[in-house]
Protein backbone atom coordinates (compact mmCIF):
# COMPACT_ATOMS: atom_id res chain seq x y z
CA UNK A 1 0.00 0.00 0.00
CA UNK A 2 0.80 3.70 0.31
CA UNK A 3 3.00 5.18 2.86
CA UNK A 4 2.86 8.26 4.10
CA UNK A 5 5.61 9.58 6.19
CA UNK A 6 7.05 6.94 8.87
CA UNK A 7 4.45 4.38 7.93
CA UNK A 8 6.39 2.27 5.38
CA UNK A 9 5.17 -1.12 3.48
CA UNK A 10 5.82 -3.82 4.97
CA UNK A 11 6.48 -7.03 4.16
CA UNK A 12 6.96 -10.35 6.73
CA UNK A 13 7.72 -13.50 5.94
CA UNK A 14 9.40 -16.67 7.55
CA UNK A 15 13.07 -17.60 7.13
CA UNK A 16 13.40 -19.27 3.99
CA UNK A 17 10.46 -17.96 1.82
CA UNK A 18 11.18 -16.18 -1.10
CA UNK A 19 9.54 -12.67 -0.64
CA UNK A 20 8.90 -9.89 -3.37
CA UNK A 21 8.91 -6.52 -2.91
CA UNK A 22 7.53 -4.18 -6.05
CA UNK A 23 8.34 -0.83 -7.01
CA UNK A 24 6.26 2.03 -9.60
CA UNK A 25 8.16 4.78 -11.03
CA UNK A 26 7.44 7.41 -12.42
CA UNK A 27 9.06 8.66 -15.15
CA UNK A 28 9.05 6.28 -18.71
CA UNK A 29 12.16 7.97 -19.86
CA UNK A 30 14.08 6.31 -16.98
CA UNK A 31 16.89 4.46 -18.07
CA UNK A 32 18.64 2.29 -15.26
CA UNK A 33 17.26 1.46 -11.74
CA UNK A 34 18.71 0.33 -9.07
CA UNK A 35 17.84 -1.61 -5.57
CA UNK A 36 19.56 -0.86 -2.02
CA UNK A 37 19.31 -2.28 1.39
CA UNK A 38 19.12 0.08 4.09
CA UNK A 39 19.39 -1.07 7.90
CA UNK A 40 18.39 1.16 10.55
CA UNK A 41 21.58 4.04 10.96
CA UNK A 42 23.29 2.91 8.11
CA UNK A 43 23.42 3.89 4.52
CA UNK A 44 22.00 2.32 1.75
CA UNK A 45 23.68 -0.37 0.12
CA UNK A 46 23.65 -1.51 -3.54
CA UNK A 47 22.28 -5.07 -4.14
CA UNK A 48 21.48 -5.11 -7.75
CA UNK A 49 21.01 -2.76 -11.06
CA UNK A 50 19.18 -3.23 -14.09
CA UNK A 51 19.03 -1.12 -17.45
CA UNK A 52 15.91 -0.01 -19.60
CA UNK A 53 17.08 -2.99 -22.49
CA UNK A 54 16.62 -5.49 -20.19
CA UNK A 55 13.53 -6.86 -18.07
CA UNK A 56 15.24 -9.50 -16.05
CA UNK A 57 18.95 -9.48 -14.15
CA UNK A 58 19.80 -11.87 -11.67
CA UNK A 59 22.41 -11.75 -9.08
CA UNK A 60 23.58 -13.96 -5.80
CA UNK A 61 19.62 -15.08 -4.12
CA UNK A 62 18.27 -11.40 -5.38
CA UNK A 63 16.39 -10.98 -9.23
CA UNK A 64 15.10 -7.83 -10.80
CA UNK A 65 12.41 -7.59 -12.79
CA UNK A 66 11.18 -4.71 -15.56
CA UNK A 67 8.00 -3.77 -16.44
CA UNK A 68 8.61 -0.79 -18.60
CA UNK A 69 5.02 -1.09 -19.81
CA UNK A 70 3.36 -0.46 -16.58
CA UNK A 71 6.40 1.08 -14.96
CA UNK A 72 6.95 -1.64 -12.36
CA UNK A 73 9.87 -2.92 -10.94
CA UNK A 74 10.58 -5.96 -8.60
CA UNK A 75 12.68 -7.32 -6.52
CA UNK A 76 12.88 -10.93 -5.54
CA UNK A 77 14.93 -12.57 -2.67
CA UNK A 78 15.23 -16.34 -2.58
CA UNK A 79 15.35 -18.33 1.09
CA UNK A 80 14.89 -15.14 3.13
CA UNK A 81 17.27 -14.88 5.87
CA UNK A 82 17.04 -12.52 9.08
CA UNK A 83 19.58 -10.78 7.79
CA UNK A 84 18.01 -9.58 4.52
CA UNK A 85 15.59 -7.63 7.28
CA UNK A 86 15.87 -3.88 6.21
CA UNK A 87 13.99 -1.11 4.31
CA UNK A 88 14.83 -1.94 0.74
CA UNK A 89 14.29 1.27 -2.03
CA UNK A 90 14.23 1.61 -5.34
CA UNK A 91 15.87 4.15 -7.64
CA UNK A 92 15.22 5.29 -11.32
CA UNK A 93 18.22 7.11 -13.14
CA UNK A 94 16.02 10.41 -14.99
CA UNK A 95 18.37 10.08 -17.93
CA UNK A 96 19.20 12.56 -20.05
CA UNK A 97 20.03 14.21 -17.17
CA UNK A 98 24.09 14.07 -18.04
CA UNK A 99 24.57 12.69 -14.62
CA UNK A 100 23.13 9.84 -12.92
CA UNK A 101 20.64 11.56 -10.88
CA UNK A 102 18.80 9.22 -8.70
CA UNK A 103 15.46 9.47 -7.67
CA UNK A 104 14.52 7.06 -4.63
CA UNK A 105 10.85 5.62 -3.91
CA UNK A 106 9.11 5.48 -0.31
CA UNK A 107 10.69 2.34 0.43
CA UNK A 108 9.44 -1.23 1.72
CA UNK A 109 10.14 -2.47 5.38
CA UNK A 110 10.80 -6.35 4.79
CA UNK A 111 10.92 -8.09 8.44
CA UNK A 112 12.17 -11.65 8.26
CA UNK A 113 10.90 -14.04 11.12
CA UNK A 114 13.59 -17.23 12.06
CA UNK B 1 38.12 -0.49 4.46
CA UNK B 2 37.86 1.32 0.90
CA UNK B 3 34.18 2.75 1.19
CA UNK B 4 32.90 5.89 1.44
CA UNK B 5 33.30 7.52 4.84
CA UNK B 6 31.97 10.28 6.20
CA UNK B 7 32.28 12.45 9.01
CA UNK B 8 31.04 13.14 11.78
CA UNK B 9 28.34 10.26 12.42
CA UNK B 10 26.20 12.44 14.47
CA UNK B 11 25.72 15.84 14.98
CA UNK B 12 23.63 17.69 17.30
CA UNK B 13 23.39 21.52 17.12
CA UNK B 14 21.47 24.55 18.90
CA UNK B 15 19.13 26.12 16.21
CA UNK B 16 20.89 29.17 14.42
CA UNK B 17 24.06 27.39 14.59
CA UNK B 18 26.53 26.55 11.39
CA UNK B 19 27.58 23.17 10.78
CA UNK B 20 29.99 21.31 8.48
CA UNK B 21 30.29 17.69 7.45
CA UNK B 22 32.65 15.96 5.93
CA UNK B 23 32.78 13.24 2.69
CA UNK B 24 35.90 11.01 1.22
CA UNK B 25 35.00 8.55 -1.34
CA UNK B 26 36.13 5.59 -2.57
CA UNK B 27 39.62 7.20 -3.74
CA UNK B 28 39.28 6.44 -7.30
CA UNK B 29 36.08 7.80 -7.96
CA UNK B 30 35.42 10.58 -9.56
CA UNK B 31 31.96 11.42 -9.18
CA UNK B 32 30.68 12.58 -5.98
CA UNK B 33 26.69 13.26 -4.89
CA UNK B 34 25.20 14.78 -1.49
CA UNK B 35 21.46 13.24 -0.56
CA UNK B 36 19.28 14.34 2.98
CA UNK B 37 17.17 11.76 3.80
CA UNK B 38 14.03 12.25 6.32
CA UNK B 39 12.51 9.47 8.34
CA UNK B 40 10.48 7.22 5.94
CA UNK B 41 11.77 8.21 2.92
CA UNK B 42 14.25 7.74 0.28
CA UNK B 43 17.18 9.62 0.27
CA UNK B 44 16.56 12.96 -2.03
CA UNK B 45 19.61 14.60 -4.00
CA UNK B 46 21.04 17.59 -3.41
CA UNK B 47 24.32 18.39 -4.95
CA UNK B 48 26.74 16.20 -7.53
CA UNK B 49 30.64 16.98 -8.32
CA UNK B 50 32.30 15.74 -11.35
CA UNK B 51 36.05 16.19 -9.19
CA UNK B 52 36.07 19.84 -8.44
CA UNK B 53 33.14 20.89 -10.52
CA UNK B 54 29.82 21.21 -8.74
CA UNK B 55 27.81 20.70 -11.78
CA UNK B 56 24.03 20.03 -10.29
CA UNK B 57 22.70 21.69 -6.95
CA UNK B 58 19.26 20.86 -6.07
CA UNK B 59 16.05 23.04 -5.37
CA UNK B 60 15.88 21.86 -1.75
CA UNK B 61 19.84 23.46 -1.60
CA UNK B 62 18.56 26.71 -0.23
CA UNK B 63 21.19 29.51 0.22
CA UNK B 64 22.11 28.06 3.63
CA UNK B 65 23.84 25.07 2.09
CA UNK B 66 26.95 24.88 0.73
CA UNK B 67 29.44 22.15 -1.29
CA UNK B 68 32.39 21.97 -2.08
CA UNK B 69 35.40 19.60 -3.30
CA UNK B 70 38.12 21.37 -3.91
CA UNK B 71 40.83 19.16 -4.66
CA UNK B 72 38.66 16.90 -6.35
CA UNK B 73 39.00 14.35 -3.36
CA UNK B 74 37.15 14.91 -0.16
CA UNK B 75 33.81 16.99 -0.28
CA UNK B 76 32.26 19.49 2.07
CA UNK B 77 28.65 20.36 2.78
CA UNK B 78 27.58 23.14 5.37
CA UNK B 79 24.76 24.71 6.37
CA UNK B 80 24.67 28.07 8.03
CA UNK B 81 22.07 29.37 10.62
CA UNK B 82 20.45 25.63 10.58
CA UNK B 83 16.89 25.47 11.63
CA UNK B 84 14.32 22.54 12.51
CA UNK B 85 13.57 21.59 9.91
CA UNK B 86 17.19 20.75 8.91
CA UNK B 87 17.25 17.92 10.80
CA UNK B 88 17.82 14.84 8.84
CA UNK B 89 20.59 12.11 7.57
CA UNK B 90 22.74 13.36 5.30
CA UNK B 91 24.53 11.17 2.38
CA UNK B 92 27.34 10.96 0.67
CA UNK B 93 27.86 8.58 -2.18
CA UNK B 94 30.71 8.12 -4.96
CA UNK B 95 30.84 7.05 -8.54
CA UNK B 96 33.40 5.66 -11.14
CA UNK B 97 31.57 4.98 -13.59
CA UNK B 98 27.94 7.03 -14.98
CA UNK B 99 26.09 4.44 -13.00
CA UNK B 100 26.13 2.83 -9.82
CA UNK B 101 26.32 4.83 -6.74
CA UNK B 102 28.45 3.69 -3.28
CA UNK B 103 26.57 5.42 0.13
CA UNK B 104 28.31 7.04 2.84
CA UNK B 105 27.24 5.24 5.94
CA UNK B 106 25.62 9.33 6.61
CA UNK B 107 26.23 11.79 9.35
CA UNK B 108 23.01 12.36 11.06
CA UNK B 109 21.90 15.89 11.82
CA UNK B 110 19.54 17.16 14.97
CA UNK B 111 19.04 20.39 15.26
CA UNK B 112 17.33 21.50 18.89
Known amino acids: GESVGLHLPTLSVQEGDNSIINCAYS??????FIWYKQESGKGPQFIID?????DKRQGQRVTVLLNKTVKHLSLQIAATQPGDSAVYFC?????????????FGTGTRLLVSP | DTGVSQDPRHKITKRGQNVTFRCDPISEHNRLYWYRQTLGQGPEFLTYFQNEAQLEKSRLLSDRFSAERPKGSFSTLEIQRTEQGDSAMYLC??????????FGPGTRLTVT
Open chain 1, 27 to 32: NSASDY
Open chain 1, 91 to 103: AENRANTGFQKLV
Open chain 2, 93 to 102: ASSGHLYEQY
Open chain 1, 50 to 54: IRSNM
